[in-house]
């Protein structure tokens, strides 16, 4: 059996060199070799990354084959994975390498999974020979102990190869009174994926509000205009959140941004305050601002906001910090860890600016943190 532990993040290096194909077995090659002897003395090692949790809120593992290098030369090795849940039911893959060369070789499945029992057979094949080597190992996949998002994988597979956004996850937000929820993300101070802010962006636009609406804008502040704006009626359109990220070029400011940049806050604050008005549909405000910490030139106008919170409005603000990582050297080998990036908690001018509005600060640093302040936010707008 191998021991799967939370909380560890795992570096792994797939194929050196070779490129990685994946295709879905046309036979159930690993029931037929289970049942028959013959197995080639292919010398490799089976291994399961420990479990941890991604910033898409999906449990997250991988199934790894270490081939050694005296079993390539000339092989065109394939990765085959067979996952049998609880229930009997089986989740199938196949990984392969182009005709490897004599270097070893590493063949990866990464995977997405629920909480639960699992059997793993796995076995590499050379397509060639015919020749193949199958190993089994038990996986438990524990749950959280007082999970903040209970229910949040009700409606997912078991097992999910690939990208693992098939299904929505089950976010259901029920109110007594009708609400409106507006997401403000400040692409400017996320840039090169901070904190994870994009993939915790499609997190939320899973929420199910059938009491409700809910709309998201992305602000580009240098440039001080809306980069992405949605309705969300069904899903997210990841697409355009990708292409406005990258069509943000900070570098490429134009003469007239530069004139104006002392203006750049209270672009954000006008963009804030617009989505606190009151309007006639009768519904509760929710506002959920999310942000790496955002510091600006000094000479900055960081008026705060004068806008007043309607009645029964809330805020969040959902701070994203960088996650960072000190590498340790013991023997020669090297180990890594997660720290949180050291930083002067008062240089964050967002805060200060969003003081008036008494918003509920979240600072989330891991996916764990982040789930937990999802589900303090949901708690309390339940509440209205």
């Not at 292409?243 to 007239?256: G, H, M, S």
Request: some cysteine; overall charge positive.
């Amino acid at each position: 059996m191998l021991r799967v532990r939370h909380g560890f993040v795992v570096l792994t290096i797939a194929a050196l060199g070779q490129p990685l194909r994946q295709e879905s077995p046309d036979r159930n090659f690993l029931e037929e070799w289970l049942t028959t002897s013959g197995q080639a003395a292919i010398r490799w090692s089976l291994h399961i990354a420990p479990v941890r949790l991604g910033e898409s809120q999906r449990l997250q593992t991988s199934i790894r084959a270490d081939i050694g290098a005296g079993e390539l030369l000339g092989r065109r090795m394939s990765f085959l994975v067979e996952i049998r849940d609880r229930d009997n039911r089986t989740y199938r893959s196949r990984t392969f390498s182009e005709k490897a060369g004599s270097s070893h070789l590493t063949l990866i499945q990464p995977l997405c999974i629920v909480p639960g029992d699992y059997q793993v057979t796995a076995a590499v094949y050379d397509a060639g020979s015919k020749e193949h080597n199958l190993k089994q190992a038990n996986l438990r996949v524990p749950g959280f102990h007082q999970d903040p998002l209970p229910g949040v994988w009700h409606d997912l597979p078991a097992v999910e190869f690939s990208r693992c956004d098939s299904a929505r996850l089950s976010l259901p937000l029920q109110t007594r009174k009708p609400v409106r929820i507006e997401i403000v993300v400040n692409e400017s101070a996320n840039r090169n994926g901070l904190g994870g802010v994009i993939p915790r962006l499609e997190v939320l636009s899973n929420l199910m509000i059938p009491n409700g609406s809910m709309g998201v804008t992305m602000l580009d502040l240098e440039h001080r205009k809306v980069a992405f704006s949605q309705e969300l009626v069904k899903k997210l359109d990841r697409r355009s959140v990708r292409a406005a990220w990258r069509d943000n070029k900070p570098l490429e400011i134009d003469a007239q941004s530069l004139a104006h940049y002392k203006d750049d806050a209270q672009f954000f604050l006008s963009e804030i305050g617009q989505r606190l008005e009151p309007q006639n549909t009768g519904a509760e405000r929710v506002l959920i601002v999310m942000s790496a910490p955002q510091t600006f030139p000094q000479g900055e106008d960081l008026t705060p906001i004068r806008a007043a919170p309607q009645p029964g409005s809330r805020v969040f603000y959902i701070r994203c910090r960088r996650v960072v990582y000190a590498f340790q050297f013991p023997s020669m080998g090297f180990s890594a860890r997660p720290r949180r990036l050291r930083s002067d908690p008062n240089a964050d001018s967002l805060e200060q600016t969003l003081r008036p509005l008494h918003p509920r600060l979240f600072d989330v640093t891991t996916p764990t943190q982040f789930r937990k302040a999802l589900g303090a936010i949901l708690s309390e707008v339940s509440q209205i």
